[in-house]
């Protein structure tokens, strides 16, 4: 059975941008180190008005209009974030009274950078069953607010943002890869690994909500390796052949780790969309923020075979195959 389809997509920055120059001014660390271990350029970090709701908010407004539907059609909304408003209720509860679109389903899902992947998937399979008809998927972050601001390792890495798609169940009777939709999805967990990357606070520990920690050089071989390998197993379930794809929209940590997963699995560089320069590491919602640029500057198409990935804290990956 073809998987939902993807009928519109949408993303939100927040005003604000902060380039590597004016972090310099802040901890030691300069330009040039930023832009080679990273390419990193500049993120946009939210101000005190802007949150995770109303960045996912504008995401999926974006989205809407993009798709031409009211949003009073929406009947799901999955919201992917490691940051939410509150820490209860779910920060799509939020959106969905924003919207005006009261009365479905709203809930948000936490996987952090993967938390798009998961989200989708989760969405995919409600819409399957006949639980809902059409869903918002969302990826939100402020990840701004849980930055150690005195850490160079971790805050020149990450900024805030989000982005969303539009997604319909599939139509009865869709079958076969050139129908759009959701091909295949792989998703994985390795909670042994949750010291390379986590936040050190939380509701039930701390009582603090606590600054994130990472082991970059260890959590950099460990995406590689995980990467390649779901990609791998995506395209073995799809059974189809690496060049088929059309465009492989990663998550955007470190435009090396994208260059390293390209390299290992033979896929053109010129087929990776890459924001990483302009938008940093914005964790759930590096992904559709990438995949909204790359369909709005008209390089992804419709028609074309889309693959999705992404690797976060947990540590937690996937990869989703899409005819868009
Ligand atoms: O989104 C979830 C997934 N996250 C990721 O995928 C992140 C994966 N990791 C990475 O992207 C990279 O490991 C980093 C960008 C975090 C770090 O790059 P690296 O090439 O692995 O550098 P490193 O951590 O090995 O540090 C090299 C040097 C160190 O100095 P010494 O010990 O060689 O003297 C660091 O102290 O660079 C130093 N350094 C910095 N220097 C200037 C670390 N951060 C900075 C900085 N500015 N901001």
Known sequence: MTGSRIIGTGSALPRQIVTNADLAQRVDTSDEWIVARTGIRQRHIAQADETTATLATAAARAALDDAGVEASSIDLIVLATATPDNTFPATATKVQHALGCNGGIAFDVAAVCSGFLYALSVADSLLKTGMAKRALVIGAETFSRILDWDDRTTCVLFGDGAGAVVLDAPAAGDAGKDTPGILGTRLHADGAQHDLLYVDGGPSTTQTVGHVRMKGPEVFRHAVVNLAEVLREVIEDAGISVADIDWVVPHQANARILDAT??????????????????????????????????KDGRIKAGDLVMLEAMGGGFTWGASLIRM
């Open 262 to 295: 390209a390299r290992k699995l033979g896929i053109s560089p010129d087929k990776v969309v890459v924001t990483v320069h302009a938008h940093a590491n914005t964790s759930a919602a590096s992904v559709p923020l990438a995949l909204d640029t790359a369909r």
